[in-house]
């Protein structure tokens, strides 16, 4: 059981601090979150410089233009970017943190050749189109029908809750090629995003922005070449999807949170003696509270990256990592609500106290607990997976409804 | 950084595992009622194990091995809930002669935190108390103490001592420190064991009883429970396995925060484990008989141990605090 972190990979820490200490300041502010242009033109300019500084996809493979590295420089780098608050990932989420090591995975030579660099260089943003209205945690009800005609699918149907569709070339596409199957009957397809047929609507979340849409699939051609995995194993292909996107996904992100608690820290320090002050013992220990988990949480995901280090794909036991990493944030920005005050009523900073970050972050804090699988489904894949308990039977299909005469 | 168990920490687990499970079976537990939760022939094949001689240098006959290794082998004390001055002996390896062969029974108290409550005093040979000043050693049968009748766990007797006398000074205030970063890490390992038992009961349990023709282990109001068991136990083990590491090797962390840390989420959750697992046994688990309380109650004295979740969360809280100036 060794921690320490090897000269290589404090090497490798030494010249990223320098490198990120001279490059975030110069890539400025990221632009107005509902400005989905200069989104996509901030963080895909940020992906580039990481790129060619040697930076982009630290585990991937060199082949592709990755760095090839150890789990521990993927570690170090996550610490690293979190320290110096680095750009978020933002539109390249779904190709770095997903598609594209899925594609590594499981993709042909073609399709690695044709995306994965490109995923890595910020020349390709991917989205997600996973759900359907009626199929959310229920993935295998999935009606999105793929026909084959020649050398092409041609898919209609329609997706919901698709991460910077927007912004995306190409999508992660589950849809159904057996109709009688449920999950022995869907493919994983790529999507190129200009096909015609494509319709994107975005969706407004509660925090008023629109980061996901719905998209409508008109009889859109899709070459059969673009087929991940065998036909009707897609969702064995999106197992390994999943396992990525609830692995270490969100490692950067702890890290922010552990920032976040220091600033809380700031926060109470600033008025001591206030009813949401640092004299406050109850408060001061919900403080030191929340950090002992974070830092159990780290700790979680160093064994958590260690052990897939074997296999190279994350196991079942990120469904752990998420579930309390979940819980988790909603709880310290729930703590950072209440912090605030009254000036929570106000979601632009209000007597120099913090609520656009306080309340951005509370807001956004719901959706992680929906996203990636909920929590209710991650707690399934405890307890049928990991600790075999029986599956809940499942309910009869209704009967067919009586044919009026 | 390779943050697994090794092939030799494998087996050493194995080992102790094994032992446990055939010297102090689940149901031997209540037997212990009867001895004030303690057994010399017991203690002696623990110190043949190398329970207290773990970490004593190969050339004082020790086994040479880490806190880490340490932190394994507690665990596995802690699925048992194996009873005795387990963490005091082991700490008093190097100190007390004796100790590290289970010839000397050691135990300790932390002298300054009130009621002063003395562990299994009539089986110690020798009482080490942890002041702020340094280590110092006490003769338990000098004590003026007053047994408590009914103490919260069947398996630990406790003394009241209301004036605890200031014994012999037997090391410095470092080495003070260090035991008590030590003691909590070994009391988070055998948290830990708890809270992986009593999912391990709770599993068990839940797989064969039956509720409206089905096992209860199929209802998802259940599996949820256990999945929320699950990931207590995980974060539990992060937290402790990374205590130990951080203990053997400074560098990789601030030992203050990786303790505390380990102590708190260690605590709860073997608190919330047995709580739980009591659940899962609906009525049974509220009675004696079903051995599930011994856990909930040992989590309850170990938790008052080496520091409190309030203390260390507060500790915690200092330090970020000191980090922030």
């Known amino acids: ?121 910020g020349e390709q943003v991917w ?48 849809v159904r090629t057996d109709p009688e199957a449920k999950s022995r009957g869907i493919t994983w397809l790529i999507m190129d995003m200009n096909s015609p047929g494509i319709e994107i609507r975005p969706l407004r979340t509660l925090a008023g922005e629109g980061e996901f849409s719905e998209v409508f699939l008109d009889n859109v051609r899709i070459p059969v070449s673009n087929r991940v995995g065998k036909e009707n194993d897609g ?32 926060l109470t320090r600033r008025a001591p003696e206030g009813p949401q002050g640092w004299n406050d013992r109850a408060l001061r220990r919900q403080l030191g509270h929340f950090s002992a988990e974070l830092d159990a949480l780290w700790a979680m995901v160093k064994l958590s990256v260690c052990e897939s280090s074997k296999t190279g794909i994350p196991g079942v036991g990120a469904s752990a990592v998420k579930l309390f990493y979940t819980d988790l944030y909603q709880r310290i920005t729930e703590f950072g609500v209440r912090l605030l005050g009254r000036a929570a009523l106000s979601r632009d900073d209000v007597a120099g106290l913090p609520s656009e970050r306080i309340l951005a972050r509370s807001m956004q804090a719901l959706s992680l607990t929906i996203a990636a699988g909920t929590s209710q489904i991650q707690r399934n894949i405890i307890s049928e997976r990991i600790l075999g308990l029986p599956r809940e039977p499942r309910p009869a299909p209704p009967p067919r409804p009586a044919v009026e005469s | 950084m390779d943050f697994q168990l090794d092939e030799d920490q494998l087996a050493l687990r194995e080992g102790v595992r094994s032992f446990c499970d055939g010297r102090v079976p689940l149901d031997s537990l209540a037997s212990f009622e009867e001895t004030a939760g303690f057994d010399r022939s017991l203690w002696t094949e623990l110190a043949e194990l190398g329970v207290f001689n773990l970490r004593e240098p190969e050339s004082a006959g020790g086994v040479g091995l880490g806190t880490a290794d340490a932190v394994l082998v507690f665990a596995e004390l802690g699925r048992r809930v194996v009873p005795g001055p387990l963490v005091w002996s082991h700490l008093a390896a190097g100190l007390v002669k004796g100790a590290a062969t289970g010839e000397t029974v050691v135990g300790g108290v932390e002298a300054d935190i009130e009621p002063v409550l003395v562990e299994h005093l009539e089986s110690l040979d020798v009482l080490l108390a942890l002041r702020d000043t340094g280590v110092f050693r006490i ?112 560098s990789v962390g601030d030992i203050d925060r990786a303790v505390g840390s380990a102590k708190i989420i260690s605590s709860e959750a073997a608190l919330r484990n047995s709580g739980a697992c009591i659940q899962v046994h609906g009525g049974m688990g509220f009675t004696w008989e079903v051995p599930v309380h011994y856990y909930l109650k040992r989590s309850w004295v170990l938790e008052n141990c080496f520091g409190s979740i309030d203390e260390h969360s507060e500790r915690v809280a200092i330090a970020l605090a000191d980090a922030r100036e």
Not at chain 1, 30 to 56: H, S
Not at chain 2, 214 to 219: H, L
């Open chain 2, 139 to 250: 003769d338990p049968r000098e004590l003026e103490a007053a047994a408590i009748a009914t103490p919260l766990d069947p398996l630990t007797p406790l003394h009241h001592v209301a004036n605890l006398p200031a014994g012999e000074k037997i090391a410095g205030p470092e080495v003070a420190q260090r035991l008590r970063l030590e003691g909590a890490t070994l009391a988070s390992a055998l948290l830990l064991g708890i809270a992986e038992a009593t999912l391990e009961m709770a599993l068990e349990y839940s797989k064969q009883r039956e509720q409206f023709g089905r096992p209860i282990g199929s209802f998802q109001a259940m599996k949820h429970m256990m999945a929320d068991m699950f990931v207590k136990q995980e974060v539990a083990r992060a937290a402790a396995y990374a205590a130990g590491a951080t203990l053997d090797q400074p």
């Open chain 1, 127 to 174: 989205c997600q189109g996973f759900s359907e209205p009626g199929a959310g945690s229920d993935l295998a009800a999935l009606a999105t029908r793929a026909e084959v005609d020649g050398d092409h699918y041609v898919v209609s149907g329609h997706k919901i809750w698709c991460s910077f569709a927007q912004a995306a070339d190409y999508c992660e596409l589950l």
């Open chain 1, 1 to 121: 059981m060794d921690l320490r972190y090897s000269e290589k990979d404090e090497e490798f820490r030494a010249d990223l601090r320098t490198w990120l200490e001279r490059e975030v300041p110069a890539h400025g502010a990221p632009p107005p979150v509902n400005d989905w242009p200069a989104r996509r033109a901030y963080d895909t300019g940020w992906q580039r410089k990481l790129f060619d500084a040697g930076y982009a996809g630290i585990s991937w493979p060199k082949e592709y233009g990755g760095r090839d590295g150890s789990p521990t420089e993927q570690l170090v780098y996550y610490e690293e970017i979190a320290r110096v608050n680095a750009p978020y990932i933002g539109v390249n989420f779904v190709g770095m943190l997903h598609g594209g090591p899925t594609l590594i995975a499981e993709g042909t030579p073609e399709q690695k050749k044709c995306h994965v660099p490109q995923i890595l260089t």
């Open chain 1, 235 to 266: 969702w064995r292909v999106k197992e390994v999807t999943f396992r990525f996107e609830r692995g270490a996904a969100f490692a950067s992100d702890m890290i922010h949170l552990k920032q976040f608690v220091s600033e809380l820290v700031d």
